[in-house]
């Protein structure tokens, strides 16, 4: 496709459930981002991965949080036993580099709801 | 360390007036600076970014922010504001680290455009 694509486009979930989210890549583009949106709050950076890489995983909010990246493509962020203050927006972004200076291309998002 | 402030986390302005949305940011080096805008039920799309080139920089739509070292600022402009305009701003620093490095977003501005 020609941007980013993120699956599902909304989720519901139960506490205490564990969820999967799914980013597709602007292809060849090497860097990819996760971000969170809670309501009426900016961004929150989570993790960034150069290629199939993450550098610094400091941003993960708990060891609940954990993401992947395979083929230097799709990416994947878990989140286990998922709690109400889960309930988010999930952005991801990709670059064509990986450097300070790049633009990223931001996906629709996943708008998680835990109940 | 890095961040980014916004001044005003809401800001009205009337069809045809000047648009002005503040940023701030504190860094120790020479920062990468960008502004993203996100309309309502979109992803967020670059407008702008500095990148240690020209102190003022145009974007798209009409857009434009001027890097000012001595103020640490890189505030938002557009001379005459449109109905289409109203949407989120999301001013962001690249900040380095030994692991890699993050984007740091501010926290929005939601921008109402008047009849």
């Known amino acids: 496709g020609a941007g980013v694509s993120q699956s599902p486009s909304n989720k519901v979930t139960e506490k205490g459930k564990d969820v999967e989210l799914r980013c597709d890549p602007i292809?060849?583009?090497?860097?990819l981002y996760w971000y969170r949106q809670s309501l009426g709050q900016g961004l929150e950076f989570l993790i960034y991965?150069?290629?199939?890489?993450?550098?610094?995983k400091s941003g993960l909010p708990s060891d609940r949080f954990s993401a992947e990246r395979t083929g230097g493509s799709v990416s994947t962020l878990t989140i286990q036993r998922t709690q109400q203050e889960d309930s988010a927006v999930y952005l991801c972004?990709?670059?064509?580099?990986?450097?300070?200076?790049?633009?990223?291309?931001f996906g629709p998002g996943t708008r998680l709801l835990v109940l | 360390a890095q961040s980014v402030t916004q001044l005003g986390s809401h800001v009205s302005v009337s069809e045809g007036a000047l648009v002005l949305l503040r940023c701030n940011y504190s860094?120790?080096?020479?920062?990468?600076l960008f502004w993203y805008v996100q309309y309502p039920n979109q992803g967020l799309q670059l407008l702008l970014k500095?990148?240690?080139?020209?102190?003022l920089v145009k974007g798209i739509n009409g857009f434009e922010a001027e890097f000012k070292k001595s103020e640490t600022s890189f505030h938002l402009t557009k001379p005459s504001a449109h109905m289409s305009d109203a949407a989120e701003y999301f001013c962001?620093?690249?900040?380095?680290?030994?692991?890699?490095?993050?984007?740091?977003f501010g926290a929005g501005t939601r921008l109402f455009v008047k009849a």
């Open positions: 972004a990709s670059s064509l580099g990986g450097g300070m200076k790049e633009t990223q291309y």
């Open positions: 292809s060849g583009h090497t860097a």
């Open positions: 991965f150069q290629g199939n890489s993450a550098p610094d």
């Open positions: 860094s120790s080096v020479p920062p990468y």
């Open positions: 500095y990148t240690s080139a020209a102190t």
């Open positions: 962001a620093v690249t900040k380095g680290g030994t692991g890699g490095f993050k984007t740091i």
